[in-house]
């Protein structure tokens, strides 16, 4: 499985970026996908998450501004950002587990796409 991010940029605080992220080798529907980032100098977070049937899962720190999607027939996953934060600054990663479920640590990673929020 392959997972190709893009959408990164640099933005002032208060504007919105939609992340997506391109998977091949592999069908969307059939695996639990989502978004990490990591700070310089900070461990790798999960972001947030969305399963084989649609339901997700937030960090508290994005919810209610963050929002992830899927749309299967295009083998591609979403991440909306709005009223992004300087601390919203950082290296994002898309991930698909091998299941059905969030569960665990993804077994497949994209490479990064950055994001930075100036104040």
């Known amino acids: 499985v392959q997972l190709q991010a893009s959408g990164g940029g640099l933005v002032q605080a208060g504007d919105s970026l939609r992340l997506s992220c391109a998977a091949s080798?592999?069908?969307?529907?059939?695996?639990?996908t989502g978004w990490f980032r990591q700070a310089p100098g900070k461990e790798r977070e999960f972001v947030a998450a969305?399963?084989?049937?649609?339901?997700?899962n937030y960090a508290d720190s994005v919810k209610d501004r963050f929002t992830i999607s899927r749309v299967n027939a295009k083998n591609t996953l979403y991440l909306q950002m709005n009223s992004l934060k300087p601390e919203d600054t950082a290296l994002y990663y898309c991930?698909?587990?091998?299941?059905?479920?969030?569960?665990?640590?993804?077994?497949?990673w994209g490479q990064g796409t950055q994001v930075t929020v100036s104040s």
């Open positions: 969305i399963n084989y049937s649609g339901s997700t």
């Open positions: 991930a698909a587990w091998a299941g059905l479920y969030y569960s665990g640590s993804p077994r497949w």
């Open positions: 080798g592999r069908t969307f529907g059939n695996s639990a």
